[in-house]
């Protein structure tokens, strides 16, 4: 539960206080928004109820993925299954402890049975439940333990078991993995569940390929393995070790098996396979285990990070990377059920212009979502979430007046020659989600060897009437926009700037009369420069308090200073120190007056200006440190003014107005913290 401290929040611009002396002054957290990262699912035994666990506990849901419990004591689960009865469920999580917890379903209730706790170099990698729901299997670091779930003793321990596991059908053996090293390379043996003794040792037709999934047949008569990279499927004679079908090296060289289930008491069996280069499809492929023919059928589920099969019914629920869970079954590709409850940690968060709304996303989950953040007390206020398949998410823009969002998108490579579209800028309806226009796309030309000409890189204004065109190795020109037809394009050149080496990052001055870029010489040492974006001229160049490499920038809300941000390995430490440098453009001098310094080891840092003052909220490794630029320089190492302890986030965005401070949290919400008019 997250606990509220009430206390004003004031920043003194003028006198520069010590951390440590504000302590007290912590904003509060006023909301919460999303349900966190979601990691893995399973079926109850019956059927009708299904697990999801993630950073934020568990959550159960009914067949048509409606809301039945959550359960956050659960801690941030990375794995879970359901006893074989369904009364007990099994999780493990962060801190690598396997938990056992009494399940009822009448009154949804969660009780704590016993846990296990593993030592700091001994990590719960895999574990699954015995048949008879008496004991249960766990690979760790060390190996692999059996342990009776009703009084907690080991019975067991398989040292060499190192990855998969399964438990035969009658509970008497176990089968894994073993690595024997690079000269004998990779077996799967069975174990007596009992003693220990090793019962039998299969090889496959290649000793060096890792087998990501190994189960017996619902008879045991057979024992299938899959492997990965490339995906190749061995079933074996239980009783004679011999290989019943033709394993075919090639046939699956770029995609990886990672999941197995037996069909019609063994009659067919369905694999799951993931392509290894992008998009990264989930493929659910079917076998006849007669012949051991692979059935010409098959369904691309997206890129699913999580799978499970139905225990009565040909059906499959899994998590995707787009922040979205699904229900398949076998008729068709097309999923039945589609729910968009999870996410990724945020990295872009944009407030509306009537401080109303929030935009939040991750550039690759492939969704974001929109919240209603004027109601505190109802932090699911989710009123959008809007897909965007298949592409980046590099920039989110509101409309003026708050009802519309406008996204940037771009492809993350290109794999063929000819006419490709390299990117994008798609409008959306703010309360709907739904898709408007097509604003501008960038076509471009790339041929088969990687000749041919570069695709240019636009940078618009914030207000559309100004656009740098980067193109390769050129000059980089500034241009007004075109705008017939409500679709924006180049038009007349202003002026070309000769930016020294490769610019990385272009940013224009929130009153667009400045450009301010990062480049990359051929040695790789990066360098900042402000440019006057009416002559091309140079204005300063922005020199760090210290040699790093600069990886971000960006302009205070009045256009008159700029954050700094990079990194550098401390000699003989083996740390990152981290540096953000807060710089006045002056325009009398060839560099920019350097204000002050924030430090922080092994941190990377994000921030955002507040708004209205001279205030900057930056990530740090104790958490948020909000500081006061002073109007004088005051050195290296700034102390933050106040704090926003333990709180691990990858974007930082005030509102318009700077009454609330958001941030993307680790766990994949969005959470939101009091600021102050003061400032």
Not at 262 to 280: C, E, H, K
Request: aromatic share 10%; proline share 6%; net charge negative.
């Amino acid at each position: 539960m997250n606990r509220f401290i009430f206390v004003c929040l004031t920043l003194l611009t003028t006198i520069h206080v010590q951390a440590q002396d504000n302590a007290d002054h912590i904003p509060p957290q006023a909301m919460q928004l999303g349900r966190g990262i979601a990691n893995i699912l399973d079926w109850h035994p019956e059927g009708d109820v299904l697990a999801i666990g993630g950073s934020l506990g568990i959550w159960l849901y009914d067949e048509s993925l409606g809301d039945l419990a959550h359960f956050p004591d659960a801690g941030s689960v990375t794995g879970l299954a359901w006893s074989p009865d369904g009364d007990q469920m099994a999780t493990v999580d962060l801190d690598d402890t396997i938990r056992l917890w009494d399940v009822n379903l009448d009154s949804y209730l969660f009780n704590l049975n016993r846990s296990w706790a593993f030592s700091d170099d001994s990590y719960a990698l895999h574990f699954s439940w015995a048949p008879e729901g008496e004991r249960l299997a766990v690979i760790t670091s060390d190996g692999a333990e059996v342990l009776d779930v009703n009084t907690g003793e080991t019975l067991l321990i398989i040292p060499d078991l190192e990855f998969t596991l399964a438990w035969h059908p009658d509970g008497t053996q176990i089968t894994g993995e073993v690595d024997l090293g690079e000269e004998i390379g990779m077996q799967i043996r069975v174990w007596d569940a009992s003693t220990g003794s090793i019962i039998n040792i299969y090889t496959g037709a290649d000793p060096n390929l890792f087998w990501s999934d190994v189960q017996w047949s619902p008879d045991g008569s057979v024992l299938v393995g899959v492997t990965s990279i490339p995906a190749t499927l061995h079933a074996w004679d239980v009783e004679t070790g011999d290989l019943l079908n033709d394993v075919d090296m090639f046939s699956g060289e770029w995609s990886a098996y990672f999941d197995i289930w037996w069909l019609d008491d063994g009659q067919q069996l369905i694999t799951v396979s993931r392509y290894v280069s992008p998009p990264a499809n989930t493929i659910l492929g079917m076998w006849n285990t007669e012949n051991w023919t692979q059935i010409d059928r098959g369904f691309l589920l997206g890129d699913v990070q999580s799978i499970a099969k139905h225990p009565n019914v040909d059906v499959w629920a899994g998590l995707t990377w787009d922040s979205q869970m699904m229900i398949w079954g076998l008729e068709k590709a097309e999923p039945l059920q589609v729910r968009s409850v999870y996410s990724q940690p945020a990295r872009i968060l944009v407030w509306s212009p009537d401080n109303q709304y929030l935009a939040a996303a991750s550039s690759t989950s492939e969704s974001f979502n929109i919240w209603d953040v004027t109601m505190p007390d109802q932090p699911q206020s989710q009123i959008a979430t809007i897909p965007y398949k298949g592409w980046n998410l590099d920039e989110l823009r509101w409309g003026a007046n708050s009802d519309t969002l406008i996204g940037f998108q771009s492809t993350p490579q290109i794999t063929a020659p000819g006419a490709f579209p390299i990117g994008f800028i798609v409008e959306w309806d703010a309360q709907t989600g739904e898709y408007l226009r097509t604003i501008h796309e960038t076509p471009g030309y790339v041929a088969h060897d990687g000749s041919g000409d570069y695709l240019p890189r636009y940078i618009w204004s914030d207000d559309f009437t100004r656009v740098v065109t980067e193109m390769s190795d050129q000059p980089v020109t500034i241009s007004t926009v075109d705008s017939e037809n409500g679709f924006p394009s180049p038009n007349e050149e202003i002026t070309t700037i000769d930016i020294v080496d490769n610019p990385s990052k272009i940013i224009w001055s929130p009153d667009n009369t400045m450009l301010a870029a990062i480049t990359h010489d051929p040695q790789g040492e990066t360098s900042a420069w402000v440019y006057n974006a009416e002559t091309g001229d140079l204005v300063n160049r922005l020199s760090p308090s210290f040699y790093n490499v600069l990886y971000d920038i960006s302009w205070s809300p009045d256009s008159s200073m700029v954050a700094l941000v990079g990194h550098r390995g401390i000699a003989g430490s083996g740390e990152t120190e981290y540096r953000l440098d807060i710089l006045e453009v002056n325009p009398s001098s060839d560099i920019a007056t350097q204000i002050t310094t924030i430090l922080d080891a092994d941190t990377t840092f994000y921030h955002a200006w507040h708004p209205e003052s001279r205030a900057i909220a930056v990530s740090n490794s104790f958490g948020i440190g909000i500081y006061a630029i002073e109007a004088a320089p005051i050195g290296v190492d700034a102390a933050p003014i106040t704090t926003i302890p333990d709180v691990l986030v990858f974007a930082l965005a005030w509102s318009p107005n700077g009454k609330w401070l958001a941030g993307g949290h680790e766990d994949g919400t969005v959470r939101v913290w009091e600021g102050s008019h003061d400032l």
